[in-house]
């Protein structure tokens, strides 16, 4: 009998391996490994979100009547080599895993790799492509994917006539204080996440899970559904905006379900498509989201496997201060945007885009923070984290560790785009409008701190000039950078 290895983030009946496997044939072997648990601090949420799926998932396959060794080992190597002990599988075979060194250990242990299709463009088609050009674009890569992969086409022209609406897309959270977004659905807990959370408390961190994260694919699937008929139709207008309001405001929260393939990417879009054909959704909310899900999230995936493994250690703007203590929950902060971020990501291990970038990745942008030990954080603490998405969206797009590969100019901003963004500025301790003082807006003071400090790099690329020049005429510059080496100091010390 031969063995089908499923990773924890390959959690599909349709995956790989697993779609050419029957219960007269295959084993199905799952490794819990307690060195993966013990090798980051995790958040609780992101946790028993993989965890759970995983021994669900095992479930659903005992039911269908497969032979299942749902082993706990002391790491995954460890596993596969007592489960061949015990059963001596004729082969072990093995989706290609999502990550580089998790591809490199399954070469190692000699499993048989069969090609993936949890994304729609294969990272060996991705590199043909990047092959026949000499600049990367994402927009370039995004309409190959909609010609290819047929999504919104009209014959060989987009529907509507337009490729990309994302300049609709670009709304401030409604000024009349309303909050039109629909409520997230909820899951009870049930015994088996009641086992989970008992198993994993001692080791992870955050509020505990409140049923906000579906853990098996029925459940993913009625996630989707209320996406594509209730929120879909808001997506696009405040995709940018942030606010205290919501949390969520029209994002899909799919993609804890879409990286570790209780979802695929492809019934995802389809989904859209129909709804798109129904006449039920206008045409900018269907193209922002397929753009996102055909785009955005391929194309990080292929630029990993492209740039791997050097692009994990990258750091061009030798950024080395450390993570800030109110980051790891050591200490609050006065700064409204930044409050209200982390403390999204406390209560469920989530912060829409906008916020990972413009708060979060901004603020450790301009106040130089270790690109690698933000990555970490935020794999640790991200529901939907993993290696793949999070190298080119953290190191690459958000730090400009890269030194520009993925994107042309760095994500630095100052209070008065959080403030034209967000409600948050209003009711904070720090005033967007000054650089410097002790009431000075962080981000201000460290947006043209930024900028002067990288003169030499920035100074000549054409989409940042204006603001380098702009910084170095300001006449209190000098102030500035001793009020920037204030704050860098406060935030290290957990006093910002
Ligand atoms: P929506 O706004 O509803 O977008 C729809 C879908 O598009 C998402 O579900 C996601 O699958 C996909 N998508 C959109 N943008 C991206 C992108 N840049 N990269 C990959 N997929 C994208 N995404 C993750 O899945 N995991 C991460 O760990 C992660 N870390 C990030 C860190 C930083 C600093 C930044 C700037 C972005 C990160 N992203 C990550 C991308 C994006 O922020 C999230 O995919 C998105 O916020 C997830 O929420 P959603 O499902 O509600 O997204
Ligand atoms: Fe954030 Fe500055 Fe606005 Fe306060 S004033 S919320 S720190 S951007």
């Given at each position: 009998m031969k063995t089908v290895w499923v990773l924890g983030d390959q959690l599909n009946r349709r995956i790989?391996?697993?779609?050419?496997?029957?219960?007269?044939?295959?084993?199905?072997?799952?490794?819990?490994?307690?060195?993966?648990?013990?090798?980051?601090?995790?958040?609780i949420q992101r946790a028993h979100f993989v965890i759970t799926s995983m021994r669900r998932f095992a479930d659903e396959l005992r039911a269908e009547g497969f032979d299942v060794d749902y082993r706990f080992a002391d790491s995954l190597a460890d596993g596969h080599r007592q489960h061949v002990d015990e059963y001596a599988p004729t082969e072990v075979d093995a989706t290609e895993p999502l990550s580089w060194a998790g591809r490199a250990l399954m070469h190692r242990l000699g499993c048989s790799m069969v090609r993936s299709n949890q994304f729609l463009c294969h990272y060996d088609d991705f590199a043909a492509w990047m092959k026949t050009?000499?600049?990367?674009?994402?927009?370039?890569?995004?309409?190959?994917?909609?010609?290819r992969l047929g999504y919104l086409m009209d014959g060989d022209d987009p529907v509507g006539g337009q490729w990309n609406y994302?300049?609709?897309?670009?709304?401030?959270?409604?000024?009349?204080g309303s909050s039109p977004w629909p409520a997230p659905l909820l899951d009870e807990l049930d015994d088996l996440d009641r086992e989970v959370i008992a198993d994993i408390s001692a080791h992870c961190h955050g509020e505990a899970p409140a049923g906000v994260w579906a853990t098996s694919r029925?459940?993913?699937?009625?996630?989707?559904?209320?996406?594509?008929?209730?929120?879909?139709?808001?997506?696009?207008?405040?995709?940018?905006?942030?606010t205290t309001r919501s949390w969520h405001l029209a994002h899909s929260l799919l993609s804890p379900y879409l990286n570790i393939?209780?979802?695929?990417?492809?019934?995802?879009?389809?989904?859209?498509?129909?709804?798109f054909d129904a006449g039920r959704v206008p045409v900018a909310s269907a193209e922002?989201?397929?753009?996102?899900?055909?785009?955005?999230?391929?194309?990080?995936?292929?630029?990993?496997?492209?740039?791997?493994?050097?692009?994990?250690g990258v750091n061009e703007l030798d950024a080395s201060e450390p993570l800030p203590p109110v980051f790891t929950g050591r200490a609050d902060t006065k700064m409204n945007c930044l409050a209200h971020a982390l403390g999204d990501v406390n209560a469920r291990a989530y912060a829409h885009h906008i916020q990972r970038l413009m708060v979060i990745g901004n603020l450790s942008l301009i106040a130089g923070i270790d690109p690698r030990a933000l990555t970490d954080w935020m794999w640790a603490n991200f529901v939907d984290g993993a290696e793949w998405v999070m190298v080119p969206n953290v190191m690459g797009m958000s730090q400009f560790a890269d030194g520009g590969r993925m994107a042309t100019k760095p994500?630095?901003?100052?209070?008065?785009?959080?403030?034209?963004?967000?409600?948050?500025?209003?009711?904070?301790?720090?005033?967007?409008?000054?650089?410097?003082?002790?009431?000075?807006?962080?981000?201000t003071t460290l947006y043209w701190d930024f900028m002067a400090r990288h003169e030499t790099r920035f100074g000549r690329n054409p989409r940042v000039a204006q603001q380098v020049r702009a910084a170095f005429k300001l006449k209190d510059l000098d102030?500035?950078?001793?009020?920037?080496?204030?704050?860098?100091?406060m935030l290290r010390e957990g006093r910002l």
């Open positions: 790989g391996a697993l779609a050419e496997a029957a219960p007269s044939t295959h084993r199905v072997l799952f490794v819990e490994s307690r060195a993966k648990l013990a090798s980051k601090a995790w958040h050009r000499k600049s990367f674009k994402m927009e370039d890569f995004y309409r190959w994917q909609r010609q994302d300049a609709d897309n670009r709304e401030p959270p409604p000024k009349d029925t459940a993913a699937l009625r996630r989707l559904d209320h996406f594509v008929n209730d929120v879909l139709p808001m997506f696009g207008p405040h995709e940018d905006a942030m393939g209780l979802l695929l990417p492809g019934e995802v879009c389809d989904a859209v498509q129909r709804a922002g989201f397929i753009r996102q899900v055909i785009g955005w999230r391929e194309y990080v995936w292929g630029l990993y496997w492209a740039w791997m493994p050097e692009y994990a994500y630095a901003s100052g209070g008065a785009y959080i403030d034209r963004m967000s409600d948050y500025c209003k009711g904070c301790a720090y005033d967007r409008t000054k650089r410097v003082g002790d009431d000075a807006c962080p981000f102030e500035v950078r001793e009020r920037a080496a204030e704050v860098k100091v």
